[in-house]
């Protein structure tokens, strides 16, 4: 079907939007100015392009096997994992972390080896790329248990039918419920082994804030509920109990944050005293697990309000450094004034070991691989030479690698050289070069 030119542009956007997904259809809509259209013009504009970035997503998906193959990839070696090597091919060269590679990837082979209608309805733009994501993803674990072909494809039909009418998050609960309904009995199982998919991420936001987000078994998220909510009413009934004591006319305090304030206060809290409680005994790279926050000297004396950085996070305001560091131990970075490079730590109080280790730590704060955010803490210290080529044991031959990471380095063919300021080029099995710049100070890793 091809588009009638000498039709008006909305009449033709009309028959963009009931053809398939191409290069043509897609080379009139980058021909055509949305500006310049009505509203509903506008709109069936975005649905039409919408329809072409499905097709795109499929165009995506086979250039990711091309790499990965339609196969998990194994090795003989131990310390190599399925798809190492595709994975971080992948992930370097779309600038992706590791696991969202491994997702692109895992997606990709499900679509493409067990669910035909839906590879074909993304490819013509019959359904969205989170549609088609969410499909893969519902229906990997009946195939990993065995459902029938037949049972899999009379339950992707109907889960394509009901995507013409709905969003991904309504599908993908309509495909719960249909697995469900053809297996009870692996249902059950499901449930049991959901328990192995537990978790804690964090997700930074702006204006200071971060997401936390806990995927726990039920009796274990009312454990933790029951815990916030014993503490704040705890904390409510001793306040009460002191006000009762005190002149209410001129001592009263008045508490104004809602529930959800309290119960994120009470959180942090609890795990502010586990982590007291624990400081002497876990001292990762010798040093007690704390919150680390950068700031200029102006700012840290209340001379300046310059943001501070927070280790992890990335800009906080001067006066939540100020009260975050009002009691914290201090250390002296020295700092390249051009590029704010990392050049030197005071060294008054520390041995010459673990001032070292200190210095890696600050300068890298996360894993040098591309795009990997392992935090520093919890990663090796690795010789780029390695100790038993000649390497030294300097700035420069050092940085932090987490530890899957350092294996690819040490037995999977990856190559790194390391440079004084903290950068390193890193360059991969089939050649291709990345580069990781240094990492000033002052700004987020």
Known sequence: MRVTLEKPVEEQLIE?????????????????????????????????LEKQNSWLTSLIQRATLAIAGSEPSESSDLWEGVDESEREDVA?????????????????????????????????????????????????EAIKRGISTEDLLIIENKALAH??????AQVGRKLRTLFAQASPESFEEKVVA???????????EGDGMATLIALLPIEDAQTVMLSINSLISMRDRRSCSLNSKEDFGNHQ???????????ADALAEICGDLL????????????????????????????????????????IPASVARQLSSDAKWRKFITDPGTGNLLSLGRESYMPSQSLVDFLTARDRTCRFPGCSQPARVSDIDHAIPWEEGGQTSPENLGLLCRRHH??????????????????RWISPAGKEFIVPARPIHESA
């Not at 696991?99 to 990709?108: E, L, N, Y």
């Not at 019959?126 to 993803?137: E, M």
């Not at 809602?258 to 119960?263: A, L, S, Y």
């Open 16 to 48: 963009l939007l009931n053809q398939p997904g191409g290069y043509e259809p897609l080379g009139h809509l980058i021909g055509i100015n949305p500006e310049n259209l009505t509203t509903a013009g506008k709109i069936d504009y975005l649905a039409a």
């Open 92 to 140: 370097t060269a779309l600038r992706l972390s590791s696991s969202t590679a491994q997702i692109r990837i895992d997606v990709a082979r499900v679509l493409t080896n067990h669910l035909p209608a839906t590879c074909e309805a993304l490819a013509n733009g019959d359904i969205s790329p989170s549609h088609a994501t969410l499909i893969a993803r519902e229906s990997t």
């Open 163 to 168: 995507a013409e009418f709905h969003t991904p």
């Open 194 to 204: 959901a328990r192995d998919t537990r978790s804690v991420r964090m997700y930074p």
């Open 253 to 263: 305090s008045l508490d104004n944050r809602n529930i959800e304030m309290k119960r």
């Open 276 to 315: 007291a409680r624990i400081s002497d005994d876990y001292q990762p790279h010798r040093r007690p697990v704390s919150i680390n926050i950068t700031m200029d000297l102006p700012t840290a004396l209340g001379l300046a309000d310059n943001p501070a950085e927070l280790n992890g996070y990335g800009p």
């Open 407 to 424: 294996r690819m380095k040490t037995h999977d063919g990856w190559h790194l050289e390391s440079f004084a300021d903290g950068s390193c």
